[in-house]
């Protein structure tokens, strides 16, 4: 919930709102776009505990390239939602953000993937396969228990090896981002058990790449 409302106000910020309701989703977008890119991106994403939104906000194009890339990634979303259990999938703007709860991929305490890990990966490495022209953001969080510094490296190993297994499973390495928060970017409370559970876990950030955009952008002329 808190997400969502620092999301809206984002948006309801947009200037060309004021222009009434006679503008269409495509013009909408194309000012959403411009105004939530680069570092309003990671504004909303430092604020509402997800770098991953925050990745996907900053990369938004806007307009009916926007619009294009949207389509794009409605169709991926929907496959990785469909055939990986244990998943949480949002659409967010001309992206998709996918939360794997660290109970899903490792051990205490580890960075080592488990079978059932390497298997949901596998479906993943499936789909991201035939959705080429998409850059990955593997962003690693850990609870607040453990030393800072700890927690850091810990969660940087766990994004390295989920970078690491991707790769090897023949996602094209420069696709692929790994990058370590620790506990800086808590989504829930860490006052119990059962909610530091859910911060330490691993998100997806999953753009368009330059390729994505240049066809988009042709495609919408």
């Known amino acids: 919930m808190k997400r969502f409302k620092i999301i809206v106000l984002a948006i309801l910020t947009v200037p060309i709102m004021l222009a009434g309701c006679s ?19 990671a504004v909303i994403g430092r604020a509402a505990g997800n770098t991953a939104i925050g990745a996907v906000v900053g990369a938004t194009v806007g307009g009916v390239t926007g619009a294009i890339i949207g389509n794009q990634m409605d169709k991926q979303a929907e496959e990785i939602k469909n055939d990986i259990p244990g998943v949480t999938v949002e659409r967010v703007g001309e992206g998709i953000v996918v939360e794997f709860t660290n109970d899903v991929l490792f051990g205490f305490d580890s960075y080592t993937l488990t079978s059932a890990a390497m298997e949901n990966l596998n479906k993943l490495v499936t789909i991201l396969d035939k959705y080429p022209d998409t850059d990955i953001e593997i962003h690693g969080h850990t609870d607040s228990k453990g030393a800072a510094n700890y927690n850091q490296t810990l969660s940087l190993q766990r994004s390295d090896a989920v970078r690491s297994y991707l790769a090897n499973a ?20 860490n006052e119990t058990a059962d909610s530091r559970s859910k911060n330490r876990r691993v998100e997806f950030a999953i753009t368009a790449n330059e390729k994505m955009k240049r066809e988009a952008e042709q495609a919408g002329n």
């Open 170 to 189: 023949g996602v094209t390495s420069s696709r692929l981002t790994a990058l370590g928060f620790g506990e800086s970017q808590p989504k829930y409370s």
């Open 23 to 41: 503008l269409t989703r495509t013009q909408k977008g194309a000012g959403i776009g411009t105004v939530a890119g680069g570092a309003a991106g």
